[in-house]
């Protein structure tokens, strides 16, 4: 799953790609930029002084070959062998329809986005299912967090939230018909453990409703999300200035 999410966050958008099919992977990036930026389980990436440049190399390219061919399998990703350079990886809806890649910005349903500076600062590397189902939560509760009239929604990473681990997995909790996660109450917790220990989330005690001034019956724990704080360890590099072209 995270190779894939990796891609999705790298594939050009119906806007960007110009005369490349929407969801088109740059061939700047080769397989070990990838395993890189995914890093697979680890068991995987122990290291091995014995091990040559050469060795590394061919496991993390076989990594990424095995991976691509399960998206494949799945019509997430189409992939095309081309002889004496790497293959072109054009990357498909999400929904496994095999259409192509879409922009869901501005559409009413919830699409979770994963800022792009969580993968390259590389701290989505060192991620496992307890801080990637500890981001999804905190971006899903600061979706759905109250506001005052006139205020908009946050952005990626960012927001204030307070919810309890129930209302993730009961889209009966207000508002019905929430976004719920496939992962376990206790996987959540402890991914959101995870980043407040890391300083991604912070916490404070409240009282008082910041929204509506009024008093809380119990005092609650107020969340805020600060994973932009990753955009300084990175440097952003505008896709207009890569070839228009197939490479």
Same mark, same amino acid.
Do not use: C
């Given at each position: 799953?995270?190779?894939?999410? &990796?891609?999705?966050?790298?594939?050009? +958008?119906? !806007?960007?790609?110009?005369?490349?099919?929407?969801?088109?992977?740059?061939?700047?990036?080769?397989?070990?930029?990838?395993?890189?930026?995914?890093?697979?389980?680890?068991?995987?990436?122990?290291?091995?002084?014995?091990?040559?440049?050469?060795?590394?190399?061919?496991?993390?390219?076989?990594?990424?070959?095995?991976?691509?061919?399960?998206?494949?399998?799945?019509?997430?990703?189409?992939?095309?062998?081309? +002889?004496?350079?790497?293959?072109?990886?054009?990357?498909?809806?999400?929904?496994?329809?095999?259409?192509?890649?879409?922009?869901?910005? /501005?559409?009413?349903?919830?699409?979770?986005?994963?800022?792009?500076?969580?993968?390259?600062?590389?701290?989505?590397?060192?991620? /496992?299912?307890?801080?990637?189902?500890?981001?999804?939560?905190?971006?899903?509760?600061?979706?759905?967090? +109250?506001?005052?009239?006139?205020?908009?929604?946050?952005?990626?990473?960012?927001?204030?939230?307070?919810?309890?681990?129930?209302?993730?997995?009961?889209?009966?909790?207000?508002?019905?018909?929430?976004?719920?996660?496939?992962?376990?109450?206790?996987?959540?917790?402890? /991914?959101?453990?995870?980043?407040?220990?890391?300083?991604?989330?912070?916490?404070?005690?409240? #009282?008082?409703?910041?929204?509506? !001034?009024? #008093?809380?019956?119990?005092?609650? !724990?107020?969340?805020? !999300?600060?994973?932009?704080?990753?955009?300084?360890? &990175?440097?952003? &590099?505008?896709?207009?200035?890569? +070839?228009?072209?197939?490479?």
């Amino acid at each position: 799953m995270k190779l894939d999410l &990796v891609l999705r966050a790298i594939a050009l +958008p119906p !806007n960007r790609s110009g005369r490349r099919k929407p969801g088109f992977v740059l061939r700047d990036w080769a397989s070990e930029d990838l395993y890189d930026l995914a890093a697979p389980p680890p068991r995987l990436r122990r290291e091995r002084s014995d091990r040559t440049a050469a060795e590394e190399r061919h496991l993390k390219r076989k990594w990424v070959a095995d991976q691509l061919d399960k998206l494949a399998e799945l019509k997430l990703v189409d992939v095309t062998s081309d +002889p004496g350079r790497r293959s072109k990886i054009v990357v498909l809806r999400d929904d496994g329809s095999g259409r192509s890649f879409d922009d869901p910005a /501005g559409k009413d349903e919830l699409y979770l986005t994963i800022r792009g500076s969580v993968i390259a600062s590389g701290h989505f590397a060192t991620w /496992g299912a307890p801080e990637l189902a500890g981001y999804f939560a905190a971006s899903i509760a600061a979706y759905y967090h +109250p506001r005052g009239a006139g205020r908009g929604r946050s952005k990626p990473g960012t927001g204030t939230w307070w919810r309890q681990l129930s209302w993730f997995k009961d889209d009966q909790m207000d508002p019905k018909g929430h976004t719920v996660l496939p992962f376990a109450p206790s996987t959540i917790e402890t /991914g959101l453990a995870k980043h407040l220990a890391s300083g991604l989330i912070t916490k404070k005690k409240i #009282r008082t409703d910041p929204v509506t !001034n009024r #008093r809380l019956v119990t005092e609650r !724990n107020l969340y805020t !999300n600060h994973f932009d704080t990753l955009d300084k360890r &990175v440097r952003r &590099v505008p896709v207009e200035s890569a +070839p228009d072209g197939e490479d």
